[in-house]
Every structure is written in C-alpha cells, then in structure tokens.
C-alpha cells in the first residue's frame, strides 16, 4: 500500500486555467504539508495543516489555496495558474511533536504553457 | 530562525570511493536533524535521523552521519560509493519541542558516481 499518494502524477495545463491536486496519506499521521520544489531542486514549504488546522502557511500567492476535508487528505488548488507555477509539487506528512520525519509523496510535475 | 547549508551542490566520486556531503546548520538549540535521498522522479525518503543520545548515527544503505555540536554540523558519509547512489541529498533541521513541524531544508547536494 502507498503510504503518500498524489494525483496526478503529471498535470500540463495552459495559463490563466484553474487546477487542483489531491493526497491522501494511509500512515495515520496528524500534519500534512505541501511542498514546492523548482527547476533547480529547491524544495520549499508552501502549506502544512495540522488535524486538518492550517499551522504553517509561507508566503505563497493567494490564488494557491489547501484544503483537508480530514486528516489523511490535504488538496491543493490553484486559480489562474501562471508560467512561474511550473515546478514539482509534493506532499508530505509526518506524526506531529517531537518526532518530525516526513514521508513524502511520489510529486506531480505541473506544466504551465 | 534556523538554516541550514549544504556545502558543494555537486559532488562526484568514483565507484568505490568514501561519499562526503557536507551539512551545517545554523539554530539557538541543537535541533533534530535529517538527511533526505531523492531519486531521480521520485519523492524524498529519510536516510537517517538524529533526534537525541548516540551522536553517530546510521541509516539506510550503508549512510551514517555525525552530529558535532561544536561545528553545527551533520555531514553524511558512506565508505564504498555505489552507482545507485547517484542521487539527491537533502540536509533538514526541525526545531525541537514544536508541534508545527516546519523543517528547513539545505539546497541539496547532486552526487554523482562515476564507474
């Protein structure tokens, strides 16, 4: 069983269009995140909720919106996708407190024309 | 706040050859620190972890790294290099005692090994 699952794993969409991307995590872990990671293998943190409560939330444009409808699911949307959108975008989650080993997602390349 | 450095974004050894990839970190108490692998078009993974006691510690696939105090620093080794281990690593530091969670990751290290 995958532990941290997205879909889709490929997304080639054009600017201006609006496009979501699900995980779902069947490790029973209470903190989510959403991570971007760019061309030249940056990975920074966009988002992370906590028992379906936003706890982190880094300077990130607001037409990029999560959502958990419950613990093991966190959505990402975006609205009007731009060029600069274009990058890896991975989940994560982990047990919150003191132990913070995060197990990530597979990615989903996002492509904006 | 904390950071974290990751010395040298490419390093390339021969088959074989002892991997040294470099990890300082920078925080107002020693933190909990990670090393991450990725493959290529796949997510990361944990190699290993310090949390607390033994400051050597050993992870997957023959890795092991040593906390140092003194010099803020994780640096990752592995004394035989082997093709499938061309890949990318990640330092991480997470601040202790937080139930955010939030880990501040190094810019990666490419290591490539060479036949």
């Known amino acids: ?113 | 706040a904390q950071s974290v450095t990751q010395l040298g974004s490419h390093v390339s050894v021969s088959e074989g050859a002892l991997v040294l990839l470099r990890c300082n970190y920078s925080s107002s108490v020693p933190p909990y620190l990670f090393w991450y692998v990725q493959y290529p078009n796949q997510g990361l993974q944990l190699l290993l972890k310090y949390t607390t006691g033994a400051t050597l510690v050993k992870g997957i696939n023959g890795f092991e790294a040593e906390f140092k105090k003194s010099e803020t620093s994780f640096h990752l080794t592995k004394p035989s290099a082997h093709m499938s281990d061309a890949a990318e690593y990640f330092c991480a530091v997470t601040r202790r005692n937080t139930n955010a969670g939030k880990s501040t990751f190094g810019d990666g290290t490419t290591l490539t090994v060479k036949p």
């Open chain 1, 1 to 113: 069983d995958t532990a941290v699952s997205q879909t889709p794993k490929y997304l080639v969409t054009q600017m201006g269009n609006d496009k979501s991307i699900k995980c779902e995590q069947n490790l029973g872990h209470d903190t989510m995140y959403w991570y971007k990671q760019d061309s030249k293998k940056f990975l920074k943190i966009m988002f992370s909720y906590n028992n379906k409560e936003l706890i982190i939330n880094e300077t990130v444009p607001n037409r990029f919106s999560p959502k958990s409808p419950d613990k093991a699911h966190l959505n990402l949307h975006i609205n009007s996708l731009e060029l600069g959108d274009s990058a890896v975008y991975f989940c994560a989650s982990s047990q919150g407190g003191t132990n913070n080993e995060q197990y990530f997602g597979p990615g989903t390349r996002l492509t904006v024309t």
